[in-house]
């Protein structure tokens, strides 16, 4: 198990090492920098003495090494949009706002998507059941953007009930005092849509497919009421393909979603990542890969472990046993 | 008397065996397909769809960059002309919306051809050579996975600049990695089956093995796959569009029209309805097909 968690970790360290090559190659393969039409004209000795200051000056290698040799102590440089603080500083910044959103959605979206999943598998070939499956998938299918748009039209513009745009960028909002502020309705019911269908879409498979498993067939002959059936024996059953959901949406959810950040205008990390793009934020731009391909792997090797806790039946690393 | 004994059924089970030629796998999923009411649904708004991609310059009542600079953001049915208003620049709003629907389409066909011509190759290699071969193709899936779809195809897109072209490249390149792997494990799985084993042993050439045994067994998962590569695809075009980096002025495309409406929805709700109802039905209608298809071509499903 430690062996097979070092592989792991060690294949993290090593994906990441290459997303930071690649991305510093994309952005330097094209010709313009990020101080090329900013402010006017620079005089060519402004804009070579500013070059000086962020090491823009040096040879490619040279800028990538001192980069990485930084990063590996958690400096991630200054941003070139925002020079008074540091990448790290405004990352947390946005991410505030963006954890409350992607927090308030995995809450929404993984109750309403277990509710719905299981209530239709428990219903299973009913009415009910088509009609569930049928509403997970219009919101798996359909983009976040549009939902988006249909409920401003219809909640803020035609009935006029909340606000249509904004997030407080202070965090004023915090979850705490979140029932007395509506800011917040919209963007999460329009984002949590998706992965709500998502999830219930896999809770309604695994819980069928527990459903039909001899020892569920046992614990109702024996008279287990149905209540403690679906909690005891069924769910816990059904828990693997509901952490594969996890897995998928949580980094997703925590590094924001641009259209919902745009829609809203609310200043999260999705939004300030294209502006970063676009300004040739260098730093920023590696900065926020690094993190997102960060929070990736690491889902994925928790959501591996999270297998083995779950049903010690399975088996990591192959055939090396326990 | 024994040989017409044993000749008569053999002429039978032929015989039996042309009656029954009918069903194919592919005539049983034609029927599977089609008891299905969501994937008749689907496949007739596909082809609803496909046919006014197509038709788009003989159905548009005005051309799609025809600006009108006495007639801006007219409402539905305002103006006779114009039964869907116009847009923030005096557009026809119908005849964009029609073109739009070309746009889409043309992203999405193109986007999964090149991830077919790209991924099914790669693919096949590594999952028929295995060893150093597959040992490489999967580390570089495996980091290829782990860059953020979305933000990789922006940051290309930022390097590049937008435009139909670039739009298509950029999502080719993410998006060839799913066919690639799933191609891979058709391939590892039907190496180790009863009949290709039996055409090696028969002394089949290689070439011919791939040809004739493996890839018309792989075929169903990847059509599949393609099905449902193509609303992934238009999802993505319309996305990019929407944050204002894909399809270039004056060409039209349904994100973008979604995303320009949002400054404007507060009064002109028509700029927002009309794109949004016409991505999520061609989204519908590609999934419920996509599903369809599925259901029609996994043999386990038929009883």
């Keep these: 198990m430690t062996r097979y968690v070092t592989g792991r970790i060690l294949s993290l360290l090593f994906v990441m090492w290459i997303v930071s090559m690649v991305t510093f190659a994309m952005m330097h393969a094209v010709p313009g920098g990020p101080f090329d039409e900013t402010k006017g004209r620079l005089p060519p000795a402004a804009r070579e003495n500013i070059l000086r200051k962020y090491g823009l000056d040096k040879p490619y290698h040279v800028q990538y090494l001192n980069y990485m040799k930084n990063a590996l102590r958690l400096d991630f440089g200054i941003p070139f949009s925002n020079p008074t603080s540091t990448v790290t500083e405004v990352i947390l910044s946005r991410w505030r706002v963006t954890a409350q959103v992607g927090i308030l959605t995995v809450l929404f979206a993984f109750g309403g998507g277990i509710l719905m999943g299981v209530f239709a598998a428990y219903h299973q070939n009913s009415i009910v059941d088509n009609a569930v499956t049928f509403l997970a998938m219009l919101g798996v299918v359909i983009p976040s953007f549009v939902v988006a748009l249909w409920l401003i039209l219809i909640f803020a513009v035609r009935l006029d009930l909340v606000p249509m745009r904004g997030w407080s960028d202070s965090g004023e909002c915090v979850i705490g005092d979140i029932a007395f502020c509506s800011d917040w309705i919209l963007p999460v019911f329009a984002y949590c849509i998706g992965p709500m269908g998502v999830i219930g879409r896999y809770t309604r498979a695994s819980v069928v497919d527990v459903m039909r498993q001899d020892y569920t067939r046992t614990a109702r002959a024996k008279g287990v009421s149905e209540r403690m059936l679906m909690f005891r024996h069924v769910l816990r059953n059904a828990q693997i393909p509901m952490i594969t959901a996890l897995a998928t949406e949580v980094p997703n959810l925590m590094t924001g979603s641009i259209f919902i950040e745009s829609t809203f205008s609310i200043n999260g990390l999705g939004k300030y990542f294209v502006t970063s793009v676009f300004n040739r934020d260098y730093p920023m731009i590696m900065a926020l890969f690094l993190l997102i391909a960060f929070l990736w792997s690491l889902t994925y090797l928790l959501s591996d472990l999270a297998y083995t806790w779950v049903d010690p039946r399975v088996r990591l690393g192959g055939a090396q046993g326990a | ?303």
């Excluded at chain 2, 986007?111 to 490489?136: E, L, N, R, W």
């Excluded at chain 2, 319309?238 to 944050?243: H, I, M, P, T, W």
Aim: glycine share 10%; aromatic share 12%; net charge positive.
């Design chain 2, 1 to 303: 008397m024994q040989t017409a004994a044993t000749t008569k059924p053999r002429a039978g089970s032929l015989f039996d065996r042309t009656a029954k030629s009918h069903r194919t796998l592919w005539h049983n999923a034609l029927r599977q397909f089609m008891r299905n009411r969501f994937s008749v649904l689907g496949l007739c708004l596909v082809s609803f769809f496909i046919f006014l991609a197509v038709f788009a310059n003989l159905l548009a009542p005005h051309p799609y960059d025809k600006v009108y600079f006495d007639r801006v953001l007219l409402f539905p049915l305002e103006h006779a002309s114009h039964p869907l208003g116009t847009d923030e620049v005096g557009r026809d709003y119908l005849s964009r919306l029609l073109h739009g629907a070309r746009t889409s389409l043309f992203v999405g066909l193109a986007v999964q051809s090149i991830a077919v011509v790209i991924g099914v190759p790669v693919g096949s290699i590594a999952g028929y050579m295995g060893g150093k071969v597959d040992f490489v193709f999967t580390r570089v899936v495996d980091i290829m996975s782990a860059f953020p779809g979305l933000l990789f195809t922006i940051l290309i897109i930022s390097l590049w600049g937008g435009g139909l072209f670039k739009v298509i490249v950029a999502l080719s390149i993410t998006s060839w990695l799913g066919l690639a792997r799933l191609t891979r494990a058709q391939f590892l799985q039907l190496r180790e089956s009863g009949y290709v084993e039996a055409a090696v042993c028969t002394g089949t050439p290689e070439p011919r093995i791939i040809a004739r045994h493996i890839i018309p067994n792989a075929l169903t998962p990847l059509l599949v796959a393609v099905s449902f590569g193509i609303p992934a695809a238009m999802y993505g075009e319309a996305g990019l569009s929407f944050l204002g980096i894909g399809i270039n002025d004056p060409l039209p495309s349904w994100g973008k029209m979604v995303g320009v409406s949002n400054a404007y929805v507060r009064v002109y709700w028509h700029l927002a309805l009309f794109p949004t109802i016409a991505i999520a039905l061609a989204m519908l209608g590609f999934s419920f097909m996509g599903d369809g298809l599925r259901d029609a071509l996994d043999p386990r499903l038929i009883e």
